[in-house]
Structures are given as structure tokens and as C-alpha cells.
């Protein structure tokens, strides 16, 4: 089972980017699945969790009203959009396989002018 995220860059602040988690090796549409991100030296922090049938949100305080996560579970796959960023999102973002706990790779977002 893997997860491989995508769509990260240089963007300035005010922008928009849509991150994608693709999963392979589980059943994704059975799981809650979520976003993560982590800041240079800070500790990685949750952001974004939405439920299997994607019916159910939440998000970290600090990005509510400017994130949005989703998924096609056709598609195995999970989405981030994220409006209005600042430089303050300049991160690595990841999700992770729900059984083992894997890690993918992260795709790195960065906030700047």
C-alpha cells in the first residue's frame, strides 16, 4: 500500500494551489483519510481530515474558510485545495496509508513574494 502526493510549487501570497494524494494497495473508499503538513522546524500538524464518503470535513484552525480537502473515491484519490495562501503555509504536505501509517513522499509548498 502507497500513497504518492502531487502539486506542490512556489506560489505568492494570495494564491491558490490543489494538492492530490493518489492511493494504491488498500481499499481507499473505506477510509478516513487526511492531510498533513510539516513546517521547517516545527512538528508535523494535521490539517484536513475528511471521512470516507467524503460527507464529513474538518480542518485545523489555521486554515478554515481558505482550505478545502475532498477525494474521488473512483479515482483513489484525496485532494487539497488551498485559497488565499500565506506565507505561513509554506510547508511539506503529506497524507499516509490508514493502516500501516506510511508516509508518502510529501509534495513542498512554498508561500513566497
Known amino acids: 500500500a502507497q500513497v504518492v502526493e502531487s502539486g506542490g510549487g512556489l506560489v505568492q501570497p494570495g494564491g491558490s494551489l490543489r494538492l492530490s494524494c493518489v492511493a494504491s494497495g488498500f481499499t481507499f473508499s473505506t477510509y478516513v483519510m487526511n492531510w498533513y503538513r510539516q513546517a521547517p522546524g516545527k512538528e508535523r500538524e494535521l490539517v484536513a481530515v475528511?471521512?470516507?464518503?467524503?460527507?464529513?470535513?474538518n480542518y485545523a484552525d489555521s486554515v478554515k474558510g481558505r482550505f478545502t480537502v475532498s477525494r474521488d473515491n473512483a479515482k483513489n484519490t484525496m485532494y487539497l485545495q488551498m485559497n488565499n495562501l500565506r506565507p505561513e503555509d509554506t510547508a511539506m504536505y503529506y497524507c499516509?496509508?490508514?493502516?500501516?501509517?506510511?508516509w508518502g513522499q510529501g509534495t513542498q509548498v512554498t508561500v513566497s513574494s
Open positions: 475528511i471521512s470516507s464518503a467524503g460527507s464529513s470535513t
Open positions: 499516509r496509508v490508514p493502516l500501516s501509517g506510511d
